[in-house]
């Protein structure tokens, strides 16, 4: 009953921005912890940006003073703006969050949406 869906991905050259939404939708009571992965071709999926409930943030070194990740709890959604875009930054990025579902029991489960793809080129 719950979904992920990402969206803002697309191609930029180097040194350009774009902005990255994630929007949860079902039978959601709560979302706790929210983050952004990422995976390029051959590596593993790594962690970029995450964010609480409450706004504490956390980011990958790699993307540290360039990334930054925000959150609308009225409206469930996600955000990862990317400036100074690098070619290295080229991946597919997921949205992942740990939602409490609207059920009997209010049990809470992790999701991932479907990835979208962002390239960088130089």
């Known amino acids: 009953q719950v979904h992920l869906v990402e969206s803002g991905g697309g191609l930029v050259q180097a040194g350009g921005s774009l902005r990255l939404s994630c929007a949860a939708s079902?039978?959601?009571?709560?979302?706790?912890?929210m983050g952004w992965y990422r995976q390029a071709p051959g590596k593993e999926r790594e962690l970029v940006a995450a964010?609480?409930?409450?706004?504490?943030?956390n980011y990958a070194d790699s993307v540290k003073g360039r990334f930054t990740i925000s959150r609308n709890n009225a409206e469930n959604a996600m955000y990862l703006q990317m400036n100074s875009l690098k070619p290295e930054d080229t991946a597919v990025y997921y949205c992942?969050?740990?939602?409490?579902?609207?059920?009997?029991?209010?049990?809470?489960?992790?999701?991932w949406g479907q990835g979208t793809q962002v390239t960088v080129s130089s």
């Open positions: 992942n969050a740990e939602i409490v579902v609207a059920n009997l029991k209010y049990e809470h489960y992790t999701y």
């Open positions: 079902g039978s959601i009571f709560s979302i706790n912890g």
């Open positions: 964010i609480s409930t409450g706004g504490s943030t």
